[in-house]
């Protein structure tokens, strides 16, 4: 596929193939006045999705300056029900306004009669699952006018009716709707340990020609009652040091792509975020020339 | 799939439901402890995002207090959207009614404040008449003119009224210090939230501009709200007032009555 179409797909202002961090507002001195070398910055899109005011003002400077990726989390397009359609018309807005090279949102649901629950909660994955989600990331993305990336779930509970590899359902669900995929390889990690299963075989059976960003994040921990660990998705930390050979392995499959620092709890002081995506970017400098990501590939 | 996801959700917010059959995790989890990080995460979120949004009012109580109080809210006021700078806004009338936290006579209108805040925070830009144009524009109206004016509010202006002073007891909880030291007099203030050049701020009115401020920026007339500011105190100056308020950057526009 030529550039030119990577950009009509993913967006005008396409984010390198660097590490960026979560944009939080105590950061605002030291990003716009310090223009620290980052090669992208992520926001939720729900956190502006105000009518003004100063976070937009924030927003604008930030876009001014770095290329932006803009990350949902209140879609909900596992959900059972029809997509909340002023809440989509409130996400055009922002994608609008902003113009980001990626839009992403998450393989879970939020969403359960007319209330918002607040957390990415999981789906069955099954046949009639996958025709739901294959519908809404069309809604979603025939109102944006553009291909957003779907990111894997951080699991702790699993459907025993589920009869598709999430690797799988993944990879159809691109290839049905023309969606790329976010790697959450932290995800990977805290899923893998929770219901038992092995992450490098995961990896190796992602579809990583879909792949349009990664996310790094720190996990907790706890010990069950029978002695085996408990990983919490908790994004209050550095990220893991068992996470870093998984990022490895899946850069090794995909080539480098874009990759987050999520940090959003127990956010550090700016100095201490920023090492954190170096570390993630020299970690991605080694696979420079390595496999390409295969949205370049294609066509 | 609606079926399996609504009993999901029932457990998701009931803590008191048993795990729903047909969920699984690795051999030996325990699926209790599993469906409780869901559960966590539901509720320390909706926590975490009135803490945020209410961090004087914490304050005021202590964090103990307040999450415990915040998380009767949570259970009875779940969220209508994913935008939650927006999940606070009935939390002030809660505490109003919540009876443990009467011993604190002001924390709801405290509240009240921080809720304007945010508002204001997030609220629409505009233009705002400046403190000198409006002088000029008014001098060359007649007195009658003058009372018939009304003016259209700043989108960020928000007036929050107390028998308190909650703008006081806001300010000087600014710090970390738990018991600062509160040295003005303790009478009733009525807080002016805007935002000038991009900045929320809130000012302290007394008990007549502040119900001068409250009628005006609803839609009375200058002749209407000064009526209820004289109710107040006699000696009310609505020209003066006026300047105030645009000095603050409440007012949007003001134009002579017509007709």
């Not at chain 1, 055009?92 to 879970?108: I, K, M, N, Q």
């Not at chain 1, 739901?132 to 069309?138: G, K």
């Not at chain 2, 079926?3 to 008191?16: K, R, T």
């Amino acid at each position: 596929m030529a550039a030119a179409d990577i950009a009509d797909r993913f967006g005008p202002d396409p984010v390198p193939a660097r590490a960026g961090v979560g944009l939080k507002p105590q950061h605002a001195a030291a990003v716009l006045g310090g223009r620290p070398d980052v090669g992208f910055f992520e926001v939720h899109a729900e956190n502006y999705m105000g009518a003004g005011g100063p976070p937009h003002r924030l927003l604008e400077g930030v876009r001014d300056r770095y290329p932006l990726s803009v990350h949902g989390v209140g879609m909900s397009i596992g959900g059972p029900g029809p997509l909340d359609r002023a809440h989509l018309a409130r996400l055009r807005t922002v994608v609008d306004r902003y113009r980001p090279g990626l839009v992403s949102e998450h393989l879970a649901w939020s969403s359960h009669d007319g209330a918002f629950l607040n957390d990415l909660l999981p789906v069955p994955l099954t046949e009639a699952t996958l025709d739901r989600v294959a519908a809404h990331v069309d809604e979603v993305q025939d109102a944006l006018g553009r291909a957003i990336l779907v990111e894997n779930p951080s699991s702790y509970l699993a459907f025993a009716e589920s009869t598709i590899p999430e690797t799988e359902f993944l990879g159809r669900l691109a290839e049905r709707t023309g969606c790329g995929l976010l790697l959450d390889v932290n995800n990977v990690r805290v899923s893998a340990t929770n219901l038992g299963y092995d992450p490098v075989g995961y990896l190796d059976a992602f579809p990583v020609a879909h792949i349009g960003e990664i996310h790094l994040a720190g996990y907790d921990e706890e010990v069950e009652a029978d002695g085996g660990r408990l990983l919490i998705d908790a994004h209050g930390s550095p990220v893991r040091p068992d996470v870093w050979p998984l990022f490895r392995h899946a850069l090794a499959l995909a080539g480098p792509v874009p990759t987050l620092i999520e940090w959003d709890n127990a956010v550090p002081d700016w100095p201490v975020l920023h090492a954190e995506a170096q570390a993630a970017d020299a970690v991605l400098a080694g696979f420079v020339g390595g496999p390409r990501r295969a949205g370049a590939d294609r066509g | 799939m609606a079926e399996a996801l609504a009993g999901f959700a029932a457990a998701v917010v009931d803590p008191g439901r048993p795990v729903p059959a047909g969920l699984t995790a690795r051999p030996g989890a325990d699926l209790g402890r599993r469906l409780a990080v869901y559960r966590n995460n539901v509720t320390v979120g909706l926590v975490d995002a009135l803490a945020a949004g209410f961090p004087v009012t914490g304050r005021l109580v202590g964090e103990e207090f307040f999450r415990a109080m915040a998380q009767v809210f949570v259970a009875w006021n779940r969220p209508s959207s994913p935008m939650m700078f927006e999940y606070g806004a009935g939390f002030a009338d809660f505490i109003a009614g919540f009876a443990p936290a009467a011993s604190v006579p002001y924390l709801a209108d405290v509240a009240a404040l921080e809720a304007a805040r945010t508002a204001a925070w997030h609220a629409a830009e505009g233009p705002a008449l400046a403190a000198a144009v409006l002088a000029r524009r008014v001098a060359g109206w007649s007195g009658e003119a003058l009372l018939a004016a009304r003016v259209t509010a700043h989108p960020a202006t928000r007036v929050v009224a107390s028998r308190y002073p909650i703008r006081s007891v806001w300010a000087v909880h600014q710090g970390d210090d738990p018991e600062p030291a509160f040295g003005g007099p303790w009478q009733p203030e009525t807080a002016l939230v805007t935002r000038p050049a991009g900045e929320v701020r809130v000012r302290a009115l007394d008990p007549a501009a502040g119900a001068f401020a409250a009628a005006l920026l609803a839609g009375a007339s200058v002749g209407e709200a000064g009526a209820a500011a004289l109710d107040e105190d006699e000696g009310f100056e609505a020209g003066t007032a006026l300047v105030m308020l645009a000095d603050a950057g409440a007012i949007g526009d003001m134009e002579e009555a017509r007709g």
